[in-house]
């Protein structure tokens, strides 16, 4: 009771501080430079392509240093330190951001503003087919993106940018970034590097990628019920300690862009390779019938069920500025993307083989500002489309082949008169699954959204957001009929489901005065017809069926970030920040909803000079005690981490980190992991690494 008490009390403070500067507390995420910057990134994630400090909701940017100063591997664990955002943790190579308690397909994951066409919402043992070393910049909405992305955006958009297809004119002759590193703990290494050349109007861009690592270090057994179990006289042998069990991750990439750009015009295109080989726990692939006997070779070499996976993606990329009718600049983009992925089990034969084959594409218009009612208006217009074939075979098929495609079209209009501004927008989608085996559901979505700022002087934004989105059911929700081994289920879906609608509500408040800066979101997502999957009490193939169901749902929380410089000595500037977020879910009839990510509080200092910077940090994760039916309470925790960084010269042509993780070699077991009883995070782990440009 004493440590949930000063978790409220401290969440009190930090909130309290967003109305008094002069409190020297402060808070950003751990990736980021801990001192308060001057600049506003533009985001182009928005639609219209907004400065940071003036979108009315939660955005996260994370520019190439900040990735690579966070955790190496899934893209849900490089974000997963960011307020709002939790991780599906479910193996060493297989993460997906879980934003403000929403995952799987309620989030859209986009390379460079197109969908990544990969099999990660269908379950949460599939990676994502993103890759933060290849990442320049990530960009993160946090709250409904409908508009420019369709309903599947309801819960946010996660946008990963790499710069393969230049956009704008680059500084002839060569250049180059580079990064290598190793990871004690984690038993991991892992390089990076990319060349560029630019001759007058071409510009060609080369980036490769590799990282292996072994099963990681834990600090106790890797079965959260291996003691008890002891206890009542198991053979302690049975159990994995001091190491997480098929836990290792490999991955590899290559990728190839060229672009012809102008004063107001660009063109590129670009093809990009992934391929990833990782481990997947033992628990969650267990077939009935499977030999439990294999040779020592066998052994060595298959220890564990695993995941093969492979991407090819090739991506093109126009745009242009000049005055055209209203316009006054628009570009395109389009990706084809050809992604498989076995699944083999430890004897080393192949399982079920994933495919998902398929294309987008995206063109958007923006209007040139105009004067209206003694104010400005600008506005963006868009269609988008999308057509993917999704097919599964092999023995855990538990969906038969379907193909989705979808065409749309959105504006939203923004108008802009002194310390106010009024934005406004409409999409809709026709969206069609047709079923091998149930034929064909066709589904017409609509989403709007209003939102109003207040500016009174530039170092204060006051924002509130709403919005009514319509998601229609996936390819899982509706056709599933079958075991469903990584959600330890028989999944059954429901053919007849119709459109989730959901009306949110988001207020958001930033301050930013020198040294200083705050900001705070509370929000609130109601879904009429939330698509649940519940447990029927049945059991199939010895396993529990769960049916997808419909029922109405309530999100409500909150994130809050206060920064500050506290003060400067000898050249040093020391800096202090906190970050909160919190979110509560559950069934309007009464229940939780399952994975609910639990409170977090993390507490930062760090000092600054000219060539090195040192940062301590302490995270406190709360326990999940409000939990849905045949789910299990999980435990807090606290993470220890500290960083340094030291860049001998004054260019950024080479730089050195040290990356301490979990120093203190706690046993943390995350709730939103369907495998947390069988994998616990990683124990105390130091990175080393060397990175820089030229």
């Given at each position: 009771m004493r440590e949930s008490g000063m978790r409220r009390m401290m969440a009190s403070a930090a909130a309290a501080a967003l109305c008094a500067p002069g409190l020297l507390v402060g808070g950003q995420a751990w990736a980021q430079d801990a001192r308060v910057s001057e600049e506003e990134p533009i985001i182009v994630t928005a639609p219209l392509d907004r400065a940071r400090g003036d979108i009315a909701q939660g955005v996260v940017v994370l520019d190439q240093a900040a990735i690579l100063e966070a955790p190496i591997g899934g893209l849900g664990e490089t974000l997963e330190g960011e307020p709002g955002i939790a991780s599906s943790f479910f193996a060493g190579g297989a993460s997906r951001p879980i934003i403000r308690g929403l995952g799987e397909d309620r989030i859209r994951i986009l390379s460079n503003g197109v969908g990544v066409i990969d099999a990660s919402s269908v379950s949460p043992d599939h990676a994502v087919a993103a890759e933060g070393l290849e990442a320049e910049r990530i960009e993160v909405l946090r709250g409904p993106a409908a508009l420019a992305y369709g309903g599947n955006a309801v819960g946010g958009v996660v946008n990963v940018?790499?710069?393969?297809?230049?956009e704008e004119p680059v500084e002839n002759g060569f250049s180059g970034k580079y990064y290598a590193g190793v990871a004690t703990g984690l038993e991991s290494e892992a390089a990076a590097g990319g060349v560029g050349f630019a001759n007058g109007p071409l510009v060609v861009r080369l980036e490769a990628f590799t990282r292996s690592a072994d099963d990681y270090e834990i600090p106790g057994y890797a079965d959260a019920h291996a003691e008890e179990e002891i206890a009542e006289g198991e053979d302690p042998a049975a159990f994995a300690f001091?190491?997480?069990?098929?836990?290792?991750?490999?991955?590899?990439?290559?990728?190839?862009g060229v672009s012809l750009v102008g004063a107001r015009a660009?063109?590129?295109a670009s093809v990009r390779r992934f391929e990833t080989l990782y481990g997947i726990p033992e628990g969650s692939h267990e077939h009935e019938?499977?030999?439990?006997?294999?040779?020592?070779e066998e052994e060595a070499i298959f220890a564990g069920p695993r995941i093969d996976l492979e991407q090819t993606r090739v991506d093109l990329r126009a745009g242009i500025e000049g005055d055209f009718l209203i316009f006054d600049r628009a570009h395109a983009a389009f990706a084809h993307v050809d992604y498989e992925h076995q699944e083999i089990e430890p004897t080393g034969e192949p399982a079920t083989l994933f495919t998902n084959d398929g294309w987008e594409a995206r063109v958007e218009a923006h209007q040139r500002e105009a004067a209206l009612l003694g104010g400005a208006l600008s506005g963006a217009w868009g269609i988008s489309a999308f057509d993917k074939d999704f097919a599964a075979e092999g023995e855990e098929a538990f969906i038969t082949p379907t193909t989705t495609d979808e065409i749309g079209g959105f504006g939203v209009q923004s108008w802009t008169i002194g310390p106010f501004s009024l934005e406004g927008g409409l999409r809709y989608d026709r969206r069609t699954l047709d079923n091998a085996v149930e034929g064909e559901r066709e589904f017409d979505l609509m989403?709007?959204?209003?939102?109003?700022?207040?500016?009174?002087?530039?170092?204060?934004f006051l924002g509130l957001t709403l919005a009514r989105t319509e998601r229609a059911p996936t390819e899982t929700e509706l056709f599933a009929d079958g075991a469903h081994l990584a959600t330890a289920a028989y999944e059954i879906g429901d053919p007849g489901l119709v459109e989730e609608i959901a009306e949110t509500m988001e207020l958001t408040a930033r301050w930013r005065a020198g040294g200083f800066r705050a900001e705070a979101s509370i929000y609130q997502a109601a879904f009429e017809d939330y698509i649940a999957l519940v447990p029927t009490g049945d059991e199939l193939d010895e396993l529990p069926v769960f049916q997808f169901v419909q029922a109405d749902a309530t999100f409500e929380g909150g994130e809050v970030e206060i920064a500050a410089d506290l003060f400067e000595a000898g050249g040093i500037t020391v800096s202090g920040d906190v970050a909160y977020d919190w979110v509560a879910g559950a069934f309007d009839a009464g229940g939780d909803l399952p994975r609910v990510p639990p409170?977090?509080?993390?507490?930062?200092?760090?000092?600054?000079?000219?060539?090195?910077?040192?940062?301590?940090e302490l995270q406190d994760v709360d326990a999940q005690r409000d939990v849905a039916a045949f789910e299990e309470p999980t435990d807090g925790y606290q993470l220890v981490n500290a960083q340094l960084t030291f860049q001998p010269f004054d260019t950024d042509a080479l730089s050195f980190l040290i990356d301490g993780r979990n120093l203190t070699d706690q046993e943390a077991r995350v709730h939103t992991s369907f495998t947390k009883d069988a994998l616990p995070r990683p124990g105390a782990s130091v990175r080393f690494a060397v990175l820089g440009r030229f």
């Amino acid at each position: 009771m004493r440590e949930s008490g000063m978790r409220r009390m401290m969440a009190s403070a930090a909130a309290a501080a967003l109305c008094a500067p002069g409190l020297l507390v402060g808070g950003q995420a751990w990736a980021q430079d801990a001192r308060v910057s001057e600049e506003e990134p533009i985001i182009v994630t928005a639609p219209l392509d907004r400065a940071r400090g003036d979108i009315a909701q939660g955005v996260v940017v994370l520019d190439q240093a900040a990735i690579l100063e966070a955790p190496i591997g899934g893209l849900g664990e490089t974000l997963e330190g960011e307020p709002g955002i939790a991780s599906s943790f479910f193996a060493g190579g297989a993460s997906r951001p879980i934003i403000r308690g929403l995952g799987e397909d309620r989030i859209r994951i986009l390379s460079n503003g197109v969908g990544v066409i990969d099999a990660s919402s269908v379950s949460p043992d599939h990676a994502v087919a993103a890759e933060g070393l290849e990442a320049e910049r990530i960009e993160v909405l946090r709250g409904p993106a409908a508009l420019a992305y369709g309903g599947n955006a309801v819960g946010g958009v996660v946008n990963v940018i790499d710069g393969l297809i230049a956009e704008e004119p680059v500084e002839n002759g060569f250049s180059g970034k580079y990064y290598a590193g190793v990871a004690t703990g984690l038993e991991s290494e892992a390089a990076a590097g990319g060349v560029g050349f630019a001759n007058g109007p071409l510009v060609v861009r080369l980036e490769a990628f590799t990282r292996s690592a072994d099963d990681y270090e834990i600090p106790g057994y890797a079965d959260a019920h291996a003691e008890e179990e002891i206890a009542e006289g198991e053979d302690p042998a049975a159990f994995a300690f001091g190491a997480a069990p098929n836990s290792f991750a490999d991955a590899d990439g290559v990728s190839l862009g060229v672009s012809l750009v102008g004063a107001r015009a660009f063109i590129g295109a670009s093809v990009r390779r992934f391929e990833t080989l990782y481990g997947i726990p033992e628990g969650s692939h267990e077939h009935e019938g499977e030999e439990e006997e294999e040779d020592e070779e066998e052994e060595a070499i298959f220890a564990g069920p695993r995941i093969d996976l492979e991407q090819t993606r090739v991506d093109l990329r126009a745009g242009i500025e000049g005055d055209f009718l209203i316009f006054d600049r628009a570009h395109a983009a389009f990706a084809h993307v050809d992604y498989e992925h076995q699944e083999i089990e430890p004897t080393g034969e192949p399982a079920t083989l994933f495919t998902n084959d398929g294309w987008e594409a995206r063109v958007e218009a923006h209007q040139r500002e105009a004067a209206l009612l003694g104010g400005a208006l600008s506005g963006a217009w868009g269609i988008s489309a999308f057509d993917k074939d999704f097919a599964a075979e092999g023995e855990e098929a538990f969906i038969t082949p379907t193909t989705t495609d979808e065409i749309g079209g959105f504006g939203v209009q923004s108008w802009t008169i002194g310390p106010f501004s009024l934005e406004g927008g409409l999409r809709y989608d026709r969206r069609t699954l047709d079923n091998a085996v149930e034929g064909e559901r066709e589904f017409d979505l609509m989403s709007v959204s209003a939102s109003g700022a207040w500016r009174p002087d530039p170092r204060f934004f006051l924002g509130l957001t709403l919005a009514r989105t319509e998601r229609a059911p996936t390819e899982t929700e509706l056709f599933a009929d079958g075991a469903h081994l990584a959600t330890a289920a028989y999944e059954i879906g429901d053919p007849g489901l119709v459109e989730e609608i959901a009306e949110t509500m988001e207020l958001t408040a930033r301050w930013r005065a020198g040294g200083f800066r705050a900001e705070a979101s509370i929000y609130q997502a109601a879904f009429e017809d939330y698509i649940a999957l519940v447990p029927t009490g049945d059991e199939l193939d010895e396993l529990p069926v769960f049916q997808f169901v419909q029922a109405d749902a309530t999100f409500e929380g909150g994130e809050v970030e206060i920064a500050a410089d506290l003060f400067e000595a000898g050249g040093i500037t020391v800096s202090g920040d906190v970050a909160y977020d919190w979110v509560a879910g559950a069934f309007d009839a009464g229940g939780d909803l399952p994975r609910v990510p639990p409170r977090t509080l993390t507490l930062g200092l760090a000092a600054e000079h000219e060539r090195f910077g040192v940062r301590v940090e302490l995270q406190d994760v709360d326990a999940q005690r409000d939990v849905a039916a045949f789910e299990e309470p999980t435990d807090g925790y606290q993470l220890v981490n500290a960083q340094l960084t030291f860049q001998p010269f004054d260019t950024d042509a080479l730089s050195f980190l040290i990356d301490g993780r979990n120093l203190t070699d706690q046993e943390a077991r995350v709730h939103t992991s369907f495998t947390k009883d069988a994998l616990p995070r990683p124990g105390a782990s130091v990175r080393f690494a060397v990175l820089g440009r030229f």
